[in-house]
C-alpha cells in the first residue's frame, strides 16, 4: 500500500543543536514532496516542497530537506534549533495525478530542551 | 499574509446532532479542501472542490458529510448526523491551482467533539 511514514513520533533535542527529522514514502513514482510544521494552536504553515531538480531544498525558517530517490526519503533538517522551532512536523506526499490531495505521515513532534 | 480561517475553534455537539463548520478560504484561491485528523492518527484528506461541486473524495467522506460554498467567501463542511468516531480535528486548505506544485495553506483546524 502506498504510504507516508515518519519513523520518529517525539524528538527532543537541545536549543542550538541540529535537528533531522525523517520521512519515507512508498509510492511507484517520485512524488510531490512537503514539509508541514504545526505549532499550538496553529494551522499547517508549509516549510518547503520538492517537486523536481536539485534535490536539496531550502526552506523558510532556516530548514532544508533533501530528496533521496534510492531510498525513498525526503529528510527535513535544520542545523541550529531555536526554542521556537518546538512543535509538531508532517511530511506529505501528492501522487501528481492525485490532483493535489496530500497524503500525510503521522508526524513528529519536537521538544526542544533550553 | 493573507491566511485561511475557521471557525468554531472548537464545537461540541451531541451524537446524532447535526455540525456546521466553516472556512473563510484565501480570497483568490479558487480550490478548497477539508481534512481531518482523529487523535492520534494521520491528517487525512476528506474531500476538494472547485467551481461548486466536489473534484473528489476520499471513503470517509460518505452521504453523512457534504460541503459548500455558499457566498463568495465561505467554505463549509456538514456533517448531518455525527457519530462519536467523527470527534477529529477538522483542517480547511485552499489553492490558487490545482496542481500538485500548487501549495495548500491551511487553516487552524476545528477540533469537533462528539458525545
Known amino acids: 500500500a502506498q504510504s507516508v511514514t515518519q519513523p520518529d513520533i517525539h524528538i527532543t533535542v537541545s536549543e542550538g543543536a541540529s535537528l533531522e527529522l525523517r520521512c519515507n514514502y512508498s509510492?511507484?513514482?517520485?512524488?510531490?514532496l512537503f514539509w508541514y510544521v504545526q505549532s499550538p494552536g496553529q494551522g499547517l504553515q508549509l516549510l518547503l516542497k520538492y517537486f523536481s531538480g536539485d534535490t536539496l531544498v531550502q526552506g523558510i525558517k532556516g530548514f532544508e530537506a533533501e530528496f533521496k530517490r534510492s531510498q525513498s526519503s525526503f529528510n527535513l533538517r535544520k542545523p541550529s534549533v531555536h526554542w521556537s522551532d518546538a512543535a509538531e512536523y508532517f511530511c506529505?506526499?501528492?501522487?501528481?495525478?492525485?490532483?493535489?490531495?496530500?497524503?500525510f505521515g503521522g508526524g513528529t513532534r519536537v521538544l526542544v530542551k533550553p | 499574509e493573507p491566511e485561511v480561517t475557521q471557525t468554531p475553534s472548537h464545537q461540541v455537539t451531541q451524537m446524532g446532532q447535526e455540525v456546521i463548520l466553516r472556512c473563510v478560504p484565501i480570497s483568490n484561491h479558487l480550490y478548497f479542501y477539508w481534512y481531518r485528523q482523529i487523535l492520534g492518527q494521520k491528517v487525512e484528506f476528506l474531500v476538494s472542490?472547485?467551481?461548486?461541486?466536489?473534484?473528489?473524495k476520499s471513503e470517509i467522506f460518505d452521504d453523512q458529510f457534504s460541503v459548500e460554498r455558499p457566498d463568495g467567501s465561505n467554505f463549509t463542511l456538514k456533517i448531518r448526523s455525527t457519530k462519536l468516531e467523527d470527534s477529529a480535528m477538522y483542517f480547511c486548505?485552499?489553492?490558487?491551482?490545482?496542481?500538485?506544485?500548487?501549495?495548500?495553506?491551511f487553516g487552524p483546524g476545528t477540533r469537533l467533539t462528539v458525545l
Open positions: 506529505a506526499v501528492d501522487q501528481k495525478a492525485a490532483g493535489n490531495k496530500l497524503t
Open positions: 509510492y511507484g513514482a517520485t512524488p510531490y
Open positions: 486548505a485552499s489553492s490558487e491551482a490545482r496542481q500538485g506544485t500548487d501549495t495548500q495553506y
Open positions: 472542490f472547485y467551481n461548486n461541486e466536489i473534484s473528489e
